[in-house]
């Protein structure tokens, strides 16, 4: 499989997501934002305009939930400061509607800050950090960052192995990304050992008939 950047050495089939097991809504992360002190009319009506942002992008609104979800961080920003859980929150699936629509360097930038903010709020330990540091690996990748990505990855893969496990799909999908990543540098030997863990995982979880599976075992045979 190739592409322009890598020549011959390609990428790998994207692993398969499932958009409400990996990317919990907004409204539901919102109810578990630590409370603020001190709340003003500001809070709530960031509050509200996720809400709305969620909406628009389940509609296929992305311009419109983009522009909420903008608004959203500048009130709690300038409400909350800079380093609170709705911040940190607002700034990842910011840079991840961003990326939907393609503009994937101004993604990288916003995934930068949601993990600076995430790891100031919840710890270097936390799902929160993690999530937000995967995804910036990928954005590096995208970008052809692959030096920095590599980096991402190599920390965030421990990670997921501590606050989810290592029989968990999120760490399956990690797995895959950064043999993704591997596999586009060339070195294929040092990809296979994570497919195949990847595999196992998605097999043990979802069954040998799932795409997700199917997925793991055709990236694979491309190694081979």
Same mark, same amino acid.
């Given at each position: ?18 958009? &409400? +097991? ?6 539901? $992360? ?12 500001? $809070?709530?009506? #960031?509050?509200? !305009?996720?809400?709305? +942002? *969620? ?21 709690? *920003?300038?409400? !909350? #400061? ?11 699936? !910011? ?16 995934? %930068?800050?949601?993990?600076?903010? %995430? ?8 799902? *929160? /950090? ?22 991402? =990855?190599?920390?965030?893969? @421990?990670? =997921?192995?501590?606050?989810? #496990?290592?029989?968990?799909? %999120?760490? +399956?999908?990690? !797995? ?5 990543? &591997? /596999? ?8 296979? @050992?994570? &497919? ?24 694979? #045979?491309?190694?081979?």
């Amino acid at each position: 499989m190739r592409n322009r950047r890598s020549g011959l050495r390609g990428r790998l089939a994207s692993p398969t997501r499932r958009p &409400l +097991a990996i990317f919990l809504p907004l409204t539901l $992360v919102l109810l578990s934002a630590r409370p603020a002190d001190g709340q003003d009319g500001r $809070v709530a009506e #960031g509050d509200a !305009l996720i809400a709305a +942002a *969620e909406k628009a992008f389940k509609a296929g609104e992305i311009d419109r939930a983009i522009s909420l979800l903008r608004r959203a961080l500048k009130l709690h *920003e300038e409400s !909350l #400061g800079s380093a609170n859980s709705r911040v940190g929150m607002e700034l990842h699936f !910011l840079a991840y509607f961003l990326e939907v629509k393609g503009e994937t360097s101004e993604a990288e930038s916003l995934y %930068r800050r949601a993990v600076a903010v %995430r790891k100031q709020v919840h710890g270097r330990e936390s799902l *929160e /950090y993690a999530l937000s540091l995967h995804k910036l690996a990928e954005a590096r990748q995208a970008l052809g960052a692959l030096d920095k990505s590599e980096a991402d =990855f190599r920390e965030v893969v @421990p990670i =997921f192995a501590k606050v989810v #496990g290592t029989d968990h799909p %999120r760490y +399956a999908i990690c !797995l895959d990304n950064f043999a993704n990543l &591997l /596999y586009e540098r060339g070195e294929h030997s040092k990809a296979e @050992p994570l &497919l195949r863990r990847a595999l196992e995982v998605n097999r043990s979880v979802f069954g040998d008939k799932d795409p997700a599976t199917a997925t793991s075992m055709f990236n694979l #045979g491309l190694v081979y």
